[in-house]
């Protein structure tokens, strides 16, 4: 279900970015143009042009400003989300915010007719809801996953790439055959379905669930602390937390990361056609494989992880340090390499391709992080960093705009693939320097860490 949860979660997001091809009229009859890179993309056989829909007379700027202001509400939400899931359970957080969310995504249309305001604020509250989402799935990780399979639930964020890859094929086609309308009612029926299944089948603490089997909730209880109703309301400690070396390390590295990946997913198409003059649209299969790799990657280094760490042959920081030194370290190297052969059309899509895929690693290195050194207060920890990165996007087109905006030149893009070589390699060596696997003791104030407390599940999954 968070698979499934995550994948639907990016659904949401990109349905417009393919929707607002077909929902802006072009005065200038360059839509024809558009729409046909579109198809190609999606492997659409169907010309949109012979549908009849409605348009809408937004200009550049409008466009833009519908298609960033998502993120408005995104960051409002990732602090408050997280702590939220740590009060009231990950249940009522993840499974209400996707559902509002998806009755959202149905009512897009009616707002886009009612207005342009309408659409945005439409758009925005979008934003406030999914927002929430990502910080309030460590919490329920804490009562569920056992220590030495954290990694591999933690790939499971990873299928957002794995829904957006999906999503734009799907919604192409619907597009292509019923009009823009249908993206949004094909991605809100389904988030609405998913929601009512989350609600049936989820529960936030093995104690709650009224289905499992005794041997499982058993096994679970041994294996992972679960106080009743009073770790939801410890209070934070806020002041240790922010003088937390690990915590920071985090954040940045967290921060760094998405800056990059979101650069490099929002500018690789116009880098491609405006200064390689090739365009990677046309070919659907292409364009979806980045998304596709990052999640095969995520998954395969999580069971790496996870393996490693049963058996003894790396620490949990060990093992923290090492696979994020390989997912965000190794992806600024490779900018670096691009900014001196990113001329070239084989390199440049090889190279932002393995980068994308390299960085899925994070889940067995910094993104479940926070489960490990104070599991009681993951979802704030996450939230925190999240808020940072939620930046990166807006960040990341202001960037490249103002570095390109006068001369859209292949030494301004070197600029760009020098600042996220530095960004990338900052984030990687923070952790390797900062970053921990050692429960803190201030996760529980009140009670001292236990002693070896990595080895705890170890020894309990061999018993």
Partial sequence: MVLLGFMLNYALRVNLTIAIVEMIYDEKDNHTAIV??????????????HIEQTRYHWDTKQRNHLLGCFFWGYVLTELPGGRLAEIIGARR??????????????????AAALGFGWIVTLRVVLGFLLGATWPAILPMASKWIPPM??????????????????????????IAHFGWESAFYFTGIIGVMWSVAWFAVVYDSPAQHPRISETERNYLLKALPQDNNTKGHMPVPWRRMLLSAPVWAIIVTHGASVFGYFTVVNQLPTYIESILRFNIKHNGLLSSLPYLGKYLCALASSVLADSLRRSGRLSTTAARKLFTGFAVGLPGVMMLVQAFLGHDRVWSIAIFTLALTINGAVTAGYLGNGLDIAPN??????????????????LSTFMVGELTKVHNTYEQWQIVFYILAGTYVLGALCFVCFGSGELQPWNSPNEPAPSGAEQQPLNEEKA
């Fill in 36 to 49: 046909a890179n579109l198809t190609s993309t999606m492997n659409v056989t169907q010309h949109p042009e």
């Fill in 93 to 110: 957080v993840f499974g209400y915010s996707t559902l509002f969310a998806s009755i959202l995504t149905l009512l897009s249309p009616g």
């Fill in 149 to 174: 399979d954290r990694s591999k639930f933690m790939s499971n964020m990873m299928a957002s790439s794995l829904g957006a890859a999906i999503t734009m094929p799907i919604c192409g086609f619907l």
């Fill in 377 to 394: 207060f993951s979802g704030t920890i996450f939230g925190m960093a999240n808020t940072l990165s939620s930046f990166g996007g807006w």
